[in-house]
C-alpha cells in the first residue's frame, strides 16, 4: 500500500513539472513607484513577495526573484527588477521552505543596498532561521518568537502565529514558522507567510488591529493541502476575522504547488467575496502594480 501511495504521489508530482516547463512564462516588470509623505504602499512582486513602504521604511517581505524552484519553472515574472528596488531597511522571511526564502535574492539584495548607501539592512526571521541567513550580508539577523516584535526605527514588526511548518528540509521541524504586523503609527499591514485556516486570525485581529491583510490563496487542492494552505473561501474568512479594511490575495499564480487550475484561485475568491458582501474590500494586484492606502 506504501508503495502504491508514493508511486501514485510521484506521478502526481511529475504532471505538475511538466504542466510547469510546458506553460509559457507571462508578465512584466515595472519600476516602483515610489511613497510620498509617508504613505503606505504594497507592490506584490509575486507569490508571497511584497515591496512595503511604511512609516519611510522600504521593506522586503519573503522576496523571490528565482526562475526556477528546483524543477518548478516560475509562471509569471517578478513584477519588480532587483537593480531596481530602492536601497532596502529590512527584509522579512516567513519561514524556511524554498518559495519563502530564496537564498540568492537575499544575497542579492544584501549587497545592491550596501552598494547604494554603504550600509546593510536587517532581516527579521522566525526562531532556529538564523543559519539559513547569517552568510547572505546583512548587517542584523534579528530571530523572534511569536508576539515578538522589533522596532526599527518608528516601524513595529511583530512576528504572529500560523498555522503552517517551518522546515527547510524532511527533518529539521525544529525551526519557526509565522507571520508578520507591521506597524507605524496609525498605519498597519499583516502579511500571513503561508497558513491553514486557524482561530488565530481572530487573536491576531484583536491583538494588533492590522488595516491592510495579505492573504495566500493557492494551493488548496488536493483537499488534504488545506491542513497547511487557505483556499480562497478560508482567506475571506480569515479576512473577516481579522476585522481588517482591506485584503490582498498572495501566493498563486507565480509557482504551481498543487493541482488546482491556474487561475482559479482568483476566481473562487471574487466569487466568495461578493456572497459574503465584501467584494469591494479586495484588491488582487498585479505584479509591480504598486497600491497605496490612506
Same mark, same amino acid.
Given at each position: 500500500?506504501l508503495?502504491?501511495?508514493?508511486?501514485?504521489?510521484?506521478?502526481? $508530482?511529475?504532471?505538475?513539472?511538466?504542466?510547469?516547463a510546458?506553460?509559457?512564462?507571462?508578465?512584466?516588470?515595472?519600476?516602483?513607484?515610489?511613497?510620498?509623505?509617508?504613505?503606505?504602499?504594497?507592490?506584490?512582486?509575486?507569490?508571497?513577495? $511584497?515591496?512595503?513602504?511604511?512609516?519611510?521604511?522600504?521593506?522586503?517581505?519573503?522576496?523571490?526573484?528565482?526562475?526556477?524552484? $528546483?524543477?518548478?519553472?516560475?509562471?509569471r515574472?517578478?513584477?519588480?527588477?532587483?537593480?531596481?528596488?530602492?536601497?532596502?531597511?529590512?527584509?522579512?522571511?516567513?519561514?524556511?521552505?524554498?518559495?519563502h526564502?530564496?537564498?540568492p535574492?537575499?544575497?542579492?539584495?544584501?549587497?545592491?543596498?550596501?552598494?547604494?548607501?554603504?550600509?546593510?539592512?536587517?532581516?527579521?526571521?522566525?526562531?532556529?532561521?538564523?543559519?539559513?541567513?547569517?552568510?547572505?550580508?546583512?548587517?542584523r539577523?534579528?530571530?523572534?518568537?511569536?508576539?515578538?516584535?522589533?522596532?526599527l526605527?518608528?516601524?513595529e514588526?511583530?512576528?504572529?502565529?500560523?498555522?503552517?511548518?517551518?522546515?527547510?528540509?524532511?527533518?529539521?521541524?525544529?525551526?519557526?514558522?509565522?507571520g508578520?504586523?507591521?506597524?507605524?503609527?496609525?498605519?498597519?499591514?499583516?502579511?500571513?507567510?503561508?497558513?491553514?485556516? $486557524?482561530?488565530?486570525f481572530?487573536?491576531?485581529?484583536e491583538?494588533?488591529?492590522?488595516?491592510?491583510?495579505?492573504?495566500?490563496?493557492?494551493?488548496?487542492?488536493?483537499?488534504?493541502?488545506?491542513?497547511?494552505?487557505?483556499?480562497?473561501e478560508?482567506?475571506?474568512?480569515?479576512?473577516?476575522?481579522?476585522?481588517?479594511?482591506?485584503?490582498?490575495?498572495?501566493?498563486?499564480?507565480?509557482?504551481r504547488?498543487?493541482?488546482?487550475p491556474?487561475?482559479?484561485?482568483?476566481?473562487?475568491?471574487?466569487?466568495?467575496?461578493?456572497?459574503?458582501?465584501?467584494?469591494?474590500?479586495?484588491?488582487?494586484?498585479?505584479?509591480?502594480?504598486?497600491?497605496f492606502?490612506?
Amino acid at each position: 500500500m506504501l508503495g502504491i501511495t508514493i508511486r501514485r504521489k510521484a506521478r502526481q $508530482f511529475g504532471t505538475l513539472v511538466r504542466h510547469s516547463a510546458l506553460t509559457p512564462r507571462t508578465g512584466v516588470a515595472r519600476k516602483p513607484v515610489l511613497a510620498r509623505r509617508g504613505e503606505l504602499g504594497v507592490t506584490f512582486i509575486g507569490h508571497s513577495s $511584497f515591496f512595503l513602504q511604511i512609516g519611510g521604511k522600504n521593506i522586503l517581505v519573503d522576496p523571490n526573484f528565482a526562475r526556477w524552484i $528546483f524543477v518548478l519553472k516560475r509562471l509569471r515574472r517578478p513584477g519588480l527588477k532587483l537593480r531596481e528596488l530602492p536601497a532596502i531597511d529590512a527584509v522579512l522571511v516567513s519561514h524556511a521552505h524554498f518559495d519563502h526564502l530564496h537564498r540568492p535574492s537575499l544575497r542579492a539584495i544584501a549587497w545592491l543596498t550596501r552598494r547604494k548607501t554603504g550600509k546593510r539592512p536587517a532581516i527579521i526571521v522566525p526562531r532556529h532561521v538564523r543559519d539559513l541567513v547569517s552568510d547572505m550580508g546583512y548587517g542584523r539577523v534579528i530571530e523572534l518568537d511569536w508576539w515578538q516584535s522589533f522596532q526599527l526605527g518608528n516601524v513595529e514588526v511583530t512576528h504572529v502565529p500560523s498555522r503552517h511548518w517551518g522546515a527547510r528540509i524532511v527533518r529539521d521541524v525544529h525551526r519557526g514558522y509565522g507571520g508578520y504586523v507591521v506597524r507605524s503609527g496609525s498605519q498597519s499591514i499583516y502579511h500571513a507567510g503561508d497558513t491553514a485556516y $486557524f482561530d488565530g486570525f481572530r487573536e491576531i485581529g484583536e491583538r494588533l488591529k492590522p488595516e491592510v491583510a495579505l492573504l495566500p490563496i493557492g494551493a488548496y487542492h488536493p483537499d488534504s493541502f488545506r491542513r497547511v494552505h487557505t483556499s480562497p473561501e478560508d482567506a475571506i474568512q480569515a479576512f473577516l476575522d481579522l476585522g481588517a479594511r482591506w485584503m490582498v490575495p498572495m501566493h498563486y499564480g507565480t509557482f504551481r504547488l498543487s493541482y488546482e487550475p491556474v487561475d482559479e484561485p482568483v476566481e473562487r475568491l471574487r466569487a466568495d467575496a461578493k456572497r459574503r458582501g465584501v467584494e469591494k474590500k479586495i484588491c488582487v494586484l498585479e505584479e509591480g502594480v504598486t497600491k497605496f492606502f490612506e
